[in-house]
């Protein structure tokens, strides 16, 4: 089994930023183990939607509501990925769920709450 722990949520007012982080532990075996490795959110009343996702190789591709302001990256030996948001508005408020593809199975963090509000 893979564990994922988010942090860094918390509350921020509009035009601030904040970073969240995701490590993996548990059966992830030999470095490089984890494909994949992504952020998603989740806004009240809403489906949960894809906010950025990064390869092992360091490609990456976002949101269109979130390029320009967030930054996705990862640190293959720490078996961990940051999301760094910048200029946060409102509308990201939501839940944010890190994902990480091991072995070819999907993993889940249990989520970390982003406010954005004055």
């Known amino acids: 089994q893979v564990q994922l722990v988010e942090s860094g949520g918390g509350l921020v007012q509009p035009g601030g930023s904040l970073r969240l982080s995701c490590a993996a532990s548990?059966?992830?075996?030999?470095?490089?183990?984890?494909?994949?490795m992504a952020w998603y959110r989740q806004a009240p009343g809403n489906q949960r939607e894809l906010v950025a996702a990064?390869?092992?190789?360091?490609?990456?591709n976002y949101a269109d509501s979130v390029r320009g302001r967030f930054t996705i990256s990862r640190d293959n030996a720490k078996n961990t990925v940051y999301l760094q948001m910048n200029s946060l508005k409102r509308e990201d408020t939501a839940v944010y769920y890190c994902?990480?593809?091991?072995?070819?199975?999907?993993?889940w963090g249990k989520g970390t709450l982003v406010t954005v509000s004055s």
């Open positions: 548990g059966s992830i075996g030999s470095g490089f183990s984890i494909n994949r």
């Open positions: 990064i390869t092992p190789g360091g490609t990456t």
């Open positions: 994902n990480a593809v091991v072995r070819a199975v999907n993993y």
